[in-house]
């Protein structure tokens, strides 16, 4: 035991002077910070089987135990029904996260860039910030009809404008004296863009982008729940109505676990560009 | 206005050798490489060149003309217009008055002719040293070309062995050695330098001085270089134009004018501690409003 504790240690020195220090917390547990952050959604676990299974504090109606959740689960697997919902709520939600985060990205820049456009329409692009984006469903109902393209819309018009701002703001702020340089070497335009003001705003880029997605799927539900036959919304509206409270906390597991694998890869992603252009 | 020292282009060609062992980065450059043929030095031409900011005027009645190959030191007291005026040459800022000429034709836009080098390195963060040097190349180069004179350049200012790193990996003097490499990207036929060793300690600012010196004993550019350290400016310049007001002046307007154009005696590198030098310093550092005796 104490041979096995005192080994990583002994080995140390010999790897120089300036490492020892950042190795030791690394080492201290394998995957320790996962095993930290598994610690409450376990406790909660336990506590919910506690409330439900052991001490019937709840009935089924109201708060179904874990098991039964997992059995509502696979039986919405093996049906196909469950693949259905996730499978067009995720094209919903990447569908309509690409598309306002493209025009985020393109409009942002373009009002970032160029102090004409930004007088032009920054107003109109900030007025139409201040309308609830959920305002617009009545209106897109009756122009697009209740079908992909309207929610489609939607999600897009969420993810819109955290991208928008983020980039649009990040572009006023790009350091003054870069930009000068770039222009004295004969960058412009969409050149000096490439070269020097989207790198530099690359990692304010992200966390537009994360907000924009953690709003696609915001409004995805928002979406679903008003109008649709299938989808993660729907299955939480139809299990409300059917009284499948089981379903309905499948349902608000799944786009938990959804919610944070999208923004995991986006994490990834995000990672990736902070090592090249930080 | 006032003819360039006649001493002007021995100057000029003041050899490499004698700067190279001066210290350890001039010592890196080999005077075989980067031949000073592909360099054309190019004449500059100011005429009642004067900028004003609103209503108020910082510069006015600037004529002087800037011989191929020359080095001219402006000097002048903080906020007199000295960056203006290089500002103007390089085309970063249109909006003077009167004309300036370069090779017989005027300023454009960010001058291709050009190449400026700030005070602070302004080297692209998340770019290698190599391809922050890059960015200075022209347009017309093929990428083989490009980066074969990027090594050239980095070898010259003595950063072969760091062209991979980061600006945020190597120190102050070595990313505005990198600054001047990106500079000379281009083969400009005018170098502007805004100051460039401002920000740099003292040791480091004598060893850029020398790398400057080599650096245009090879290109034999036309340098414009901003300083507010009267040392540098008699150490490194043909001449040495003081910005400020006009003494011979009974009545002078706002605004900053030539004061004096000074030719600098003897050939580079120049002992710092000469006799000419002292007078002239003396002229400079009351012509900025300093009592020299005190220094």
């Given at each position: 035991m104490t041979d096995t504790l005192d080994s990583p240690t002994a080995?140390?020195?010999?790897?120089?002077?300036?490492?020892?220090?950042?190795?030791?917390?690394?080492?201290?547990?394998?995957?320790?910070?996962?095993?930290?952050?598994?610690?409450?959604?376990?406790?909660?676990?336990?506590?919910?089987?506690?409330?439900?299974?052991?001490?019937?504090?709840?009935?089924?109606?109201?708060?179904?135990?874990?098991?039964?959740?997992?059995?509502?689960?696979?039986?919405?697997?093996?049906?196909?029904?469950?693949?259905?919902?996730?499978?067009?709520?995720?094209?919903?939600?990447?569908?309509?996260?690409?598309?306002?985060?493209?025009?985020?990205?393109?409009?942002?820049?373009?009002?970032?860039?160029?102090?004409?456009?930004?007088?032009?329409?920054?107003?109109?692009?900030?007025?139409?910030?201040?309308?609830?984006?959920?305002?617009?469903?009545p209106l897109l109902l009756l122009w697009v009809g209740i079908g992909e393209d309207s929610k489609v819309i939607l999600i897009a018009i969420g993810a819109f404008f955290p991208v928008f701002t983020a980039i649009h703001s990040a572009l006023r702020h790009v350091d003054a004296q870069l930009v000068e340089a770039g222009r004295a070497f004969g960058f412009h335009g969409i050149r000096l863009l490439g070269t020097v003001q989207l790198p530099a705003v690359v990692p304010s880029v992200f966390s537009g982008l994360r907000l924009g997605l953690a709003q696609a799927w915001l409004f995805l539900v928002a979406a679903e729940l008003l109008a649709a036959a299938e989808g993660l919304g729907f299955l939480l509206t139809e299990s409300q109505n059917n009284g499948r409270t089981d379903r309905l906390l499948l349902a608000i597991v799944l786009l938990a676990l959804l919610g944070k694998l999208t923004d995991t890869l986006l994490g990834v992603l995000e990672r990736k560009a902070l090592k090249t252009w930080a | 206005m006032i003819s360039p020292a006649s001493t002007l282009n021995g100057a000029a060609a003041a050899t490499a050798a004698s700067t190279a062992d001066a210290s350890n980065i001039s010592a890196v450059a080999a005077p075989e490489r980067g031949g000073r043929a592909q360099y054309t030095s190019l004449d500059v031409k100011l005429s009642g060149v004067g900028r004003a900011f609103g209503s108020r005027t910082v510069l006015r009645d600037v004529s002087l003309q800037i011989a191929p190959g020359e080095v001219l030191a402006i000097l002048g007291s903080s906020g007199c217009g000295k960056s203006t005026l290089l500002r103007a040459v390089g085309g970063l800022d249109t909006g003077n008055t009167g004309e300036i000429l370069i090779n017989g034709s005027p300023v454009q836009r960010y001058d291709e002719r050009t190449a400026v080098g700030f005070q602070e390195p302004r080297l692209l963060p998340w770019r290698s040293i190599h391809k922050n040097v890059s960015l200075g190349l022209p347009r017309t180069l093929s990428k083989s070309e490009g980066r074969e004179r990027v090594d050239e350049l980095l070898e010259l200012v003595g950063l072969h062995d760091r062209a991979s790193l980061r600006p945020r990996e190597i120190s102050g003097g070595m990313a505005q050695r990198a600054s001047l490499a990106r500079a000379l990207a281009r083969r400009p036929g005018v170098l502007l330098l805004d100051e460039p060793f401002g920000a740099l300690d003292a040791l480091t600012r004598l060893k850029m001085q020398d790398l400057l010196l080599d650096l245009h004993a090879q290109t034999g550019t036309t340098v414009l270089l901003v300083t507010h350290d009267v040392d540098e400016a008699l150490q490194l310049a043909d001449r040495v134009l003081l910005l400020g007001q006009d003494p011979e002046d009974p009545d002078p307007a706002e605004g900053a004018t030539i004061a004096r154009l000074l030719s600098v005696p003897g050939e580079r590198p120049r002992d710092r501690a000469s006799a000419e030098l002292a007078a002239l310093r003396g002229e400079l550092f009351s012509g900025l409003g300093v009592d020299s005796h005190s220094h």
């Open positions: 080995a140390q020195p010999a790897d120089g002077a300036a490492r020892p220090t950042e190795r030791r917390t690394r080492r201290g547990v394998p995957g320790g910070g996962l095993l930290i952050g598994a610690i409450v959604p376990v406790l909660l676990l336990g506590l919910w089987w506690l409330v439900t299974e052991v001490t019937g504090t709840f009935t089924a109606i109201q708060l179904p135990a874990p098991q039964a959740v997992l059995t509502a689960g696979i039986g919405l697997f093996e049906s196909g029904d469950l693949f259905e919902h996730v499978g067009i709520s995720l094209q919903r939600v990447l569908i309509g996260f690409g598309i306002g985060a493209a025009l985020g990205l393109a409009l942002g820049s373009l009002l970032g860039l160029s102090s004409i456009a930004d007088k032009l329409l920054n107003p109109t692009v900030g007025a139409f910030r201040a309308v609830p984006s959920l305002a617009w469903v | -």
